[in-house]
């Protein structure tokens, strides 16, 4: 990149694009709740403060360390555009980091300079484009798709949920089967307890408390197994 180059870079192209990515990240806040209050002001599917205390409790437990994690450790790749449209989009790992890695490969550019940055933001906003494309054409077929599907696949349906979670289950247990032997008991003992209305004192119904008390369990339970690992990195 020559002078002339570096000077747009700097003086345009990267005030221009922080200016428009704090536009529509705070944007986007908003427009995130929409079909929220669509469901409770056109359909009553306003969920009880118990409900949202809980969904709360067991979000920002899973996804909080991922806060400090994801702009480490992503950054370097996605860059201040990346990161602004990653942020927006979603699927930071799944498909934004894989595809900005993949057209770097492909220009021989190294992440982090300015040919990368740009690089990378337009191979993230074309797998944006791609993303919302397919989306579109999924949520407008989906029901035609449906209708054509059998009815026993549509009954077998009802199990994907359960098995996408099981599925995760396993994934977490291989990763760390020490402190899963600990936590996955745990899990059932707080459940059994949640049935028997020990927590029925709390406020909005303690629906929560099993969550909450199952990520206390599993912080404990995996600093004292890894004990070692943790005094030795201080």
């Not at 990346?82 to 595809?99: F, V």
């Not at 909450?212 to 197994?225: P, Q, S, Y």
Request: proline share 6%; with cysteine.
């Amino acid at each position: 990149m020559n002078a002339e180059q570096q000077k747009v870079f700097d003086n345009d192209y990267m005030p221009y694009i922080i200016k428009w990515g704090k536009i529509t990240c705070w944007l986007s806040i908003p427009l995130i709740f929409i079909p929220a209050f669509a469901l409770a002001i056109f359909y009553g599917a306003a969920p009880s403060i118990g409900g949202i205390m809980t969904g709360l409790i067991a979000l920002v437990s899973a996804m909080v360390a991922w806060y400090v994690v994801d702009p480490i450790t992503l950054f370097p790749i996605l860059h201040v555009p990346g990161m602004y449209l990653t942020y927006i989009a979603g699927n930071s790992k799944e498909i934004r980091a894989p595809a900005a890695t993949s057209a770097l490969s492909s220009a021989d550019v190294q992440a982090g300079t300015p040919q990368g940055t740009v690089i990378s933001c337009i191979a993230i906003s074309t797998s944006i484009f791609i993303s919302i494309a397919v989306m579109t054409l999924v949520a407008i077929a989906g029901q035609f798709i449906l209708s054509l599907l059998p009815s026993a696949v549509i009954s077998s349906l009802n199990y994907l949920l359960p098995a996408l979670f099981g599925a995760m289950l396993v994934q977490r247990i291989m990763m760390d089967y020490k402190t899963s032997a600990i936590v996955i008991p745990a899990a059932f003992f707080f459940r059994w307890c949640t049935l028997q209305g020990f927590f029925s004192w709390l406020p909005w119904g303690g629906g929560y408390a099993q969550i909450l008390l199952c990520v206390i369990a599993g912080t404990i339970a995996a600093r004292k197994v890894h004990a070692k690992i943790i005094n030795q990195s201080k």
